[in-house]
C-alpha cells in the first residue's frame, strides 16, 4: 500500500477541514492523549541528547559540528551541536534531490509527508522539552505549539496544496468546432515547482513557525533548506530527521529536505538569498531583515514573511469588565508576550465605557486590567507556568528600557519565582499608560511583557489609532470589546480594509494570540506584518506554476 | 431580477468550462454568428466617431481633450479626441468609488461585469473597425480578437474571481471539543480588496490584453484606471463606456472604473503607479517598463506584466515537412509576427530530420519554411489579409535594420499590396539563417515579421537553446515536431522546467500562435516574459486578501 493510500483519510478529512474551516485537529492538544509512558520517555531522550553531537540527519560529510542553544529555564548551554555545512554543497544537494522529488505525484508527496508527521508525533514530547529548553515557553505551550498545532499547520499546508495541485486535469481532449469540422487537441497541464526553498526559523517558535513553509514547498515539489534560529534548532532537527528517515525508506534522496545550522557569528541565510538557485524564501523574524528579504523579489525570488506587528485592543463596552480584564490579562502574560499575536495596544476612551453593572471609568477599566495582569504574575502556582521564560536578554533588557519612557507605569515588571527551575529568565509584564497623542511611543512593536493602555478621544479615536498602526507598522492580531452591533461591524470593516483579523467579545478561556489551523489565517499577508498568510491559496500557489501543453 | 440571475447560467458555464479547462466560447468568434446588418452598422458606426470628441465616458469634467491615433491603413489620424483628466483627480475618485463597490456582493459583481460583456457583444463589429484601424490587424483578427476572444477572457477573469472568492464559507460555527465543555465561536471570513488597480494597454491587442486584468481587479472589489496605449484608445474606450452606463443602472458609481488617456508627449503612467493609493497594476508591452514595474512592488504593489518573449520551434522529426513548414509559415505571418504569441527561433539539426517522406536536410527543411513564407506573402489574396498592417514605424524600421545582421538571408522582405488600403504600412517576413553558436543575434525578441532558422547540432542542442533562451529572456510560446513521444516529453519536461507551454506537432488550422479562454494559461508567469498568466487562480488571488473574524 502506497503511503498516500495509507494516509488517504487523513489528507481527504484535512482537505475537507480547510476547505469549511470548522474546527478540526488531526493531532490532539492535551498531552494525556498520548501514551502514558510518552511523557518521561521524551524528557529522557531530551536530557541524553544534551552534551551530544546531533547525529540523526542523513546528511553526508560535514564540515564540522556546532551549536549554540541555551536553556532560558537552566541559563546553560544545551550542550548539542550540529553538523554544519557549505551553502554551496546544501544547494548543489537540493538542486540534485529536486530532480527526483518533482517527479513524484502530488498524492505521494501528500503520503510521504504525512507519514512524516506521523512519525513527528511519535516525538511530540521530546520536541515539547526541546521547545522548552531553546524558546522559554511553559512545558504545556510548547507541547502544544511545537508539536500538534505545528504538525496541524504542516497537515494544512499539504491539504491546501493537494486541493490547488489536483485543481486541473492532468489533461483533457479539447475540441473545437469549427462548422464543417472539429478542431481536436490533447491538452495537459503541469503544477512546474519553482525551485530550492530556504525556509528561516525564529528562535520563539522553532517549528510552528517554519513547518508551514517548510511543507507548502515540500507538497509543490521543490526542495528545502530549512535554517532554523542557531538559538533554537533541537526542536525543528527532529522534524526534518523524522522526514528524511521517511524519504529514504521510500526510495527518495533524503536531502530533499535539509537542515542547515549557522551560528550568530557566521550568519549563512544571506549567501543561501544570494544564490540564484534559491527561489522561494519563508521567514519569520524581525521586520528589518525581512524587509530586506522582500526587495529580494526583484531578482526573481518568490518571499513569504512573517515580521513585527503592533497588535491592538480596541475597548468600547462589555458586559462583564472583570472577565474582560482576565482574559486580556492573560493574553498579555502567555508566554511573556513572546507571541506575535499578543496584544501590545489598550485603546480605552477616556469617558470610559459602558458595561452591564454600569458605567466604568477610563481609570477603572485600566485598573481592571493592571489587577488581572498583576493576579496572573503575583499568583504563585499561574504565573511561573503561564509567564515561562523570556528567550533572550534582548527582550529583558526591553522591559527595563520602559522606565525611561514618557509614560505613567500602573504595573511594573519583577522577577518570577520559579521553584522547578530557580535560574529562569523572567520579567513579569509591565502595564503603561499614554495618551492618545503619544504615538511615537505604542507605534512600534516593543516585543516581550509590555503592554500599554492609551487614552482616546472615544471608540472612534480608538478604531483610527489602531487603524493607523496596522497599516504603517502592521497588525497580526486585534481584540475589541463592544455590545453594539454596528460598533463591531465598523471595527470588523476598518480593520479588515487594512486587513487585520479581529477577535469580539473574547472572555473565559480562549484568547485572541490564539490561531487555530484549517481555520484562522495566520497573518493575512495584507500589511507590515507580513506578506504571507498560513495557509490561503497563495501561500501554496506561489511556490509552482501551471504550465501547459497542447498535442495534435 | 438581479444581474446575477439574469447570467447566473452564464457565469455558472464559465466557472465549469474554468475547472474542466474544455472548449467553452460564450462569445461566438464566427462575424456570422451575429446580426445580418451588424458588420455595415459597426463600420458606419466607427466611421462616424472619426473627427469627433469621444463622449461616451461618464467621467466629469475633462481638463481637455486629446488624441493621437493613427490607422496603419490610411497613415492618417482618426481625429478621435478623448476626455483627459490630472491623474490625483482620477485616483480620487477611483477611491471614493471603492467605497461603494468593496461593499457590493461577489455575485452581484459578476452580474454587472458580465452584462457589460453582454453590451459589448453588442458592438463587436465597432470594436473591430476601431482595433483595424489603431493595431493594422486584419478585419477577421480584429473582430475575434479584440471582439469575442477578449470578451471570453473577461469572462474568465469573472469565472475565476467569483470561484475564489466563493471558495470558503463567509461565516461558520467553530466548535472545539475541550473534554468537559465546548468552545464556541462564529467565524467569518471576508475577501478584501487591496485598492485601486490601474491597468495598462498595449498598442497592439488593446481590449484583448486589458480586459483580463480589467475584469479580474473588478471582480475581486477594487476599482481601475484604464490607461490605454495613446495609439489604441478607441476599442477599450468603447468596453469601458459601456461598463460605466451598466454600472450607472444599477445605482453604482461610474468611476468605478475609468479610462485616464494620456499622450505620447506626456506620459502619466509613472505618476499613477507611484500614487500610494495604487495597490494593483496590469501591464503589457515592452521589457524595459515592465521591469521597472516589478521592481515596484517593493513598495507594495501587486504587480502583473506580460513583457517580450523570444519564442522557439524545435524541429526534430515529423511526417509531413510540408504541413508542417505551412504551418509555421502562418504562425510567422499572422498580423507579420506582432503577436506576443509569434515564433521567431526555428532549431533545425545541422544533420536534417527524418520525415514520412524519409530523410530532409537542414537547408530543405529551410527551404521548406521559406517556401511557405514566401507562398503567403506573394499570394496575392491572403498575402494582405494574413499579414494586415505594421502597428508602427519603428516595428517597420526593425525589419530594414535586419539586412545589417551577420546572417544569411533566406527570405527577404517587401511591401504587400493591399487593393483596399494602398497606404497600408506592411513588410513581408525575413527569413534569417544563422548558426546555433550566434546567440548574441537571436536571443533577443525581435518584435515583428522578423523569423530565423538556426542550425544546431542535434534536436538536444535545439532543446538546450530553446530553454536558455526562456531562461535568460523569457517565451511565451513554443512548438515542437518529433514522431518520437520520447523526444516529445523531453521536450516538454524541459521546457516547463523554465514556464514554457509547448504545443507540438500542429499542422492545419491550429497555431502556436493562439491561446484561448478557459483552456490555455497565456504567459506562464513563470520565466522573464511576464510574471502573470490569463487565468490562473494567482491572478485573481495576488488582489485581495482574506480577513477572519471571530465573535465570541
Chains 1, 2 share one sequence.
Not at 261 to 270: G, H, M
Not at 331 to 351: H, K, R
Not at 381 to 387: E, I, Q, T, Y
Request: one cysteine or more; glycine letters at 6%.
Amino acid at each position: 500500500m502506497s503511503l498516500f493510500e495509507k494516509h488517504r483519510a487523513i489528507i481527504e478529512r484535512a482537505v475537507q477541514a480547510n476547505r469549511e474551516r470548522v474546527f478540526f485537529a488531526q493531532y490532539p492538544e492535551n498531552p494525556k492523549a498520548y501514551a502514558e509512558d510518552a511523557n518521561a520517555a521524551g524528557l529522557l531522550k531530551f536530557q541524553n541528547s544534551m552534551n551530544t553531537d546531533f547525529s540523526e540527519l542523513e546528511q553526508a560529510q560535514p564540515l564540522r559540528f556546532e551549536g549554540e542553544e541555551v536553556s532560558p529555564y537552566l541559563q546553560t548551554g544545551l550542550g548539542i551541536r550540529y553538523p554544519v555545512f557549505a551553502d554551496k554543497i546544501v544547494v548543489e544537494r537540493a538542486k540534485t534531490a529536486f530532480q527526483s522529488w518533482r517527479k513524484v505525484s502530488v498524492a505521494e508527496r501528500a503520503g510521504i509527508l504525512t507519514e512524516s508527521l506521523e512519525r513527528m508525533k511519535e516525538r511530540f514530547f521530546e520536541i515539547a522539552y526541546a521547545t522548552m529548553h531553546t524558546t522559554g515557553q511553559s512545558f504545556m505551550m510548547s507541547f502544544q505549539a511545537s508539536g500538534p498545532h505545528a504538525a496541524d499547520r504542516a497537515l494544512e499546508a499539504i491539504a491546501m496544496g493537494y486541493e490547488e495541485l489536483s485543481r486541473f486535469p492532468a489533461e483533457t481532449q479539447w475540441v473545437k468546432p469549427m462548422g464543417k469540422f472539429d478542431l481536436t487537441l490533447k491538452k495537459s497541464w503541469r503544477p512546474v515547482p519553482k525551485g530550492v526553498s530556504l525556509v528561516i526559523g525564529c528562535s520563539t517558535f522553532p517549528t510552528w513557525n517554519t513547518v508551514p513553509g517548510m511543507y507548502a514547498s515540500l507538497i509543490t515539489g521543490n526542495p528545502v533548506i530549512v535554517k532554523p534560529h542557531p538559538k533554537a534548532v533541537l526542536p525543528i532537527a527532529i522534524v526534518v530527521a523524522e522526514l528524511q528517515k521517511v524519504l529514504i525508506e521510500n526510495g527518495l534522496d533524503p536531502n530533499t529536505c535539509q537542515l542547515s545550522v549557522d551560528t550568530s557569528k557566521f550568519p549563512i541565510a544571506k549567501e543561501f538569498v544570494a544564490h540564484p538557485d534559491v527561489k522561494l524564501i519563508d521567514y519569520t523574524g524581525n521586520s528589518v531583515f525581512g524587509n530586506w528579504l522582500e526587495a529580494q523579489s526583484i531578482l526573481g525570488k518568490e518571499v513569504f514573511t512573517e515580521k513585527a506587528g503592533v497588535n491592538s485592543v480596541i475597548i468600547d463596552s462589555c458586559a462583564d469588565l472583570k472577565a474582560v480584564a482576565d482574559n486580556l490579562g492573560f493574553a498579555v502574560s502567555l508566554y511573556s508576550g513572546q507571541m506575535c499575536t499578543a496584544p501590545q495596544n489598550f485603546f480605552i476612551p477616556e469617558g470610559g465605557i459602558e458595561t452591564a453593572e454600569g458605567h466604568k471609568s477610563f481609570d477603572e477599566v485600566a485598573a481592571a486590567l493592571a489587577a488581572a495582569i498583576e493576579g496572573i504574575a503575583g499568583h504563585p502556582k499561574m504565573g511561573p507556568g503561564v509567564l515561562a521564560a523570556l528567550q533572550n536578554d534582548l527582550t529583558a533588557d526591553r522591559v527595563k528600557e520602559v522606565a525611561k519612557l514618557d509614560a505613567k507605569i500602573l504595573v511594573g515588571s519583577h522577577a518570577i519565582v520559579n521553584e522547578e527551575f530557580p535560574e529562569t529568565r523572567t520579567a513579569s509584564p509591565v502595564l503603561l499608560q499614554v495618551d492618545g497623542s503619544q504615538e511615537k511611543l505604542f507605534e512600534k512593536e516593543l516585543f516581550g511583557p509590555i503592554a500599554i493602555v492609551i487614552k482616546t478621544k472615544n471608540t472612534a479615536d480608538s478604531i483610527r489609532l489602531a487603524k493607523q498602526l496596522a497599516q504603517k507598522h502592521g497588525a497580526i492580531s486585534c481584540g475589541a470589546y463592544s455590545t453594539s452591533e454596528v460598533v463591531m461591524e465598523q471595527i470588523a470593516d476598518e480593520m479588515a480594509s487594512v486587513f487585520v483579523p479581529v477577535s469580539f467579545n473574547l472572555t473565559g478561556p480562549i484568547y485572541l494570540n490564539q490561531h487555530a489551523a484549517f481555520s484562522d489565517f495566520h497573518v493575512t499577508g495584507g500589511n507590515p506584518a507580513g506578506n504571507a498568510s498560513f495557509t490561503d491559496p497563495n501561500y501554496v500557489n506561489r511556490r509552482f506554476v501551471w504550465v501547459g501543453q497542447r498535442y495534435a
